[in-house]
């Protein structure tokens, strides 16, 4: 009977994993013109190269397209399949520590013209590539690079035709503001306090969902209002439409069908051409996202079919309300070192290398809780004295096996990667280097995940409280975060939560080959370290 049930399971993963790469080579071969278009370079005024990729159009018009700072250049590809049908030019680049391009960006961004210089260079190199001049060329940006495309504009770096300003972070309405790098008032900025009907005197199109409290529909009103002051009626103001879409989560909103749709339809107006929207995008935006849920199924079903409950074999102490209290009493120190280890980092850092903040701060909040609980156990009696049973000598039971499962991961990844899902970065960057010190602090945290359950006399439910006490902080930071009204980091912390049990489903599959304990923390921390860094840019 066993045999029949796993022979079926057997056939359905091998369904699973057709599925999942026909699924990851369909979405690229429906949208690939990304990947035909030409890898070109440039250089920027600080001499740093640049990388970009340009389609080249059959109308003498040009799009310039720039995600948001913590984003790269793969996730316009949508949009820019749009754009190429229509005739358009296309450009996109990396900005510094973004995607395939080296470097950093200034801490002070915000208060700076930094970006805007990228944006400037960035413009000459594509009207140069193109033949275009600038009034012949749309700017479309998000987030934070909509709002450096708006301070490029205000101070005479360029003159497009139009801006396309997507989810635009600025806080003229002064709200709570959690960026801690850039904590300024948007009154105490230049550029923002030289807007006005005339200045820059374009056309702005200005989109947001009625979800984003980053960029709130009330934000933008009032950035609209802030363009429009001291309106004469003259011909060279500023000319500002803003554009609600509904239900759109605040999630890399470049990549949605409602936006793409806004956006693409504006500027072919603008130019005289007609749109038709694209009916599939729904169907390709989400495909991303089945496929990574499609690989999570996949080593889980992979586990169940290899796997035994190896756990009940070695407990050997009892899962009691002594052991609940020590680690929820550890999350107090935890939380002290949280709050000190990016701190520590930064000021000992950044004056040497460039400093992945925001990545900083989330490996914080994950390792900091492993650091004081290994701690604990291997120098205290804490829990019925876990540390004595935890430290044990990890035999090298099947080391390939281990290889063998971490090699086939790294190739879902990658396939996740050309797929859309934006989860392998530049291994020749600085981030290797904060790849291989955030792994070193996160191994702690998958270290004890694995001993607590081997050394336990404890149900599954059980093992999944031990789990759930190992990574609370991240639910707690999230409530705290909606508690706050930050919907938007909210939702970051929910992606991480995802990432999370990825890597903790990587683990389980690693221990079904009987791989060792230090080997599999190694690789899991590894993983969602690198997870985390794809979408990060490095600060100096």
């Known amino acids: 009977m066993k045999s029949k049930l796993k022979s079926k399971l057997n056939i359905l993963l091998i369904i699973l994993i057709g599925i999942f790469v026909v699924g990851c080579l369909?979405?690229?071969?429906?949208?690939?013109?990304?990947?035909?278009?030409?890898?070109?370079?440039?250089?920027?005024?600080?001499?740093?190269?640049?990388?970009?990729?340009?389609?080249?159009?059959?109308?003498?018009?040009?799009?310039?397209?720039?995600?948001?700072?913590?984003?790269?250049?793969?996730?316009t590809w949508f949009m820019v399949e749009e754009f190429a049908k229509l005739g358009y030019h296309v450009y996109v680049f990396d900005l510094p520590s973004q995607g395939h391009t080296k470097g950093s960006v200034e801490?002070?961004?915000?208060?700076?013209?930094?970006?805007?210089?990228?944006?400037?260079?960035?413009?000459?190199?594509?009207?140069?590539?193109?033949?275009?001049?600038?009034?012949?060329?749309?700017?479309?940006?998000?987030?934070?690079s909509a709002?450096?495309?708006?301070?490029?504009?205000?101070?005479?770096?360029?003159?497009?035709?139009?801006?396309?300003?997507?989810?635009?972070?600025?806080?003229?309405?002064?709200?709570?503001?959690?960026?801690?790098?850039?904590?300024?008032?948007?009154?105490?900025?230049?550029?923002?306090?030289?807007?006005?009907?005339?200045?820059?005197?374009?056309?702005?199109?200005l989109i947001t969902?009625?979800?984003?409290?980053?960029?709130?529909?009330?934000?933008?009103?009032?950035?609209?209002?802030?363009?429009?002051?001291?309106?004469?009626?003259?011909?060279?103001?500023?000319?500002?439409?803003?554009?609600?879409?509904?239900?759109?989560?605040?999630?890399?909103?470049?990549?949605?069908?409602?936006?793409?749709?806004?956006?693409?339809?504006?500027?072919?107006?603008?130019?005289?051409?007609?749109?038709?929207?694209?009916?599939?995008l729904t169907v390709k935006s989400f495909m991303s996202v089945f496929l990574s849920l499609l690989a999570l199924a996949?080593?889980?079903?992979?586990?169940?079919?290899?796997?035994?409950?190896?756990?009940?074999?070695?407990?050997?102490?009892?899962?009691?309300?002594?052991?609940?209290?020590?680690?929820?009493?550890?999350?107090?120190?935890?939380?002290?070192?949280?709050?000190?280890?990016?701190?520590?980092?930064y000021f000992l850092a950044s004056p040497i290398i460039a400093v992945p903040y925001f990545v900083l701060v989330k490996i914080s909040l994950i390792s900091c809780y492993g650091i004081v609980i290994f701690y604990l156990y291997y120098r205290t009696t804490i829990a019925n004295d876990i540390g004595s049973q935890i430290f044990y000598k990890d035999p090298k039971d099947n080391v390939k096996g281990g290889l063998v499962v971490t090699g086939l991961v790294l190739v879902m990844l990658y396939l996740l990667s050309v797929s859309g899902n934006n989860i392998v970065f530049n291994v020749f960057s600085m981030k290797t280097l904060w790849l291989i010190v955030f792994s070193i602090f996160a191994y702690f945290i998958f270290y004890i995940e694995e001993r607590e359950k081997e050394v336990m006399i404890a149900s599954q439910l059980q093992r999944f409280m031990m789990s759930s006490f190992n990574f609370l902080v991240i639910l707690i930071v999230a409530i705290i975060l909606l508690i706050m009204g930050q919907f938007v980091l909210a939702l970051d912390f929910v992606g991480l939560g995802f990432d999370i049990v990825f890597v903790l489903a990587v683990g389980k599959l690693l221990k079904a080959v009987n791989s060792?304990?230090?080997?599999?923390?190694?690789?899991?921390?590894?993983?969602?370290?690198?997870?985390?860094?794809?979408?990060t840019v490095l600060f100096f």
Do not use: W
Not at 32 to 48: C, G, P, R, S
Not at 323 to 343: E, N, Q, R
């Open 107 to 144: 801490f002070g961004y915000k208060q700076s013209e930094y970006l805007a210089e990228q944006y400037y260079t960035g413009v000459v190199a594509f009207s140069q590539l193109a033949k275009l001049n600038e009034e012949n060329i749309h700017i479309i940006a998000s987030g934070v």
């Open 209 to 280: 969902s009625n979800l984003n409290n980053k960029s709130s529909v009330a934000e933008n009103e009032a950035l609209k209002q802030r363009l429009e002051q001291g309106s004469t009626g003259a011909v060279n103001e500023n000319e500002v439409t803003l554009s609600v879409v509904k239900n759109v989560l605040p999630i890399n909103e470049i990549e949605n069908k409602s936006v793409i749709d806004e956006t693409v339809s504006y500027i072919a107006s603008r130019d005289g051409y007609q749109y038709m929207p694209n009916m599939f």
């Open 26 to 75: 369909a979405q690229v071969y429906s949208t690939n013109t990304f990947y035909k278009m030409d890898k070109v370079n440039y250089y920027n005024i600080d001499e740093l190269k640049i990388s970009a990729k340009y389609h080249r159009g059959t109308k003498d018009m040009g799009v310039f397209i720039v995600n948001d700072l913590n984003q790269n250049a793969k996730d």
């Open 298 to 345: 996949i080593i889980i079903l992979a586990y169940k079919i290899k796997g035994k409950d190896y756990y009940k074999e070695k407990g050997s102490i009892p899962f009691n309300k002594e052991f609940v209290i020590s680690k929820l009493l550890a999350v107090l120190p935890a939380g002290i070192l949280v709050f000190l280890l990016p701190v520590a980092i």
């Open 147 to 205: 709002r450096t495309a708006l301070q490029t504009a205000t101070k005479g770096f360029f003159d497009p035709k139009d801006l396309t300003l997507i989810s635009t972070q600025t806080n003229i309405l002064d709200k709570l503001d959690l960026d801690v790098i850039n904590f300024v008032k948007e009154e105490d900025v230049k550029f923002m306090k030289d807007l006005s009907a005339s200045n820059p005197g374009e056309n702005i199109h």
């Open 516 to 535: 060792p304990t230090r080997f599999n923390a190694l690789v899991q921390s590894a993983i969602l370290c690198g997870l985390m860094l794809a979408q």
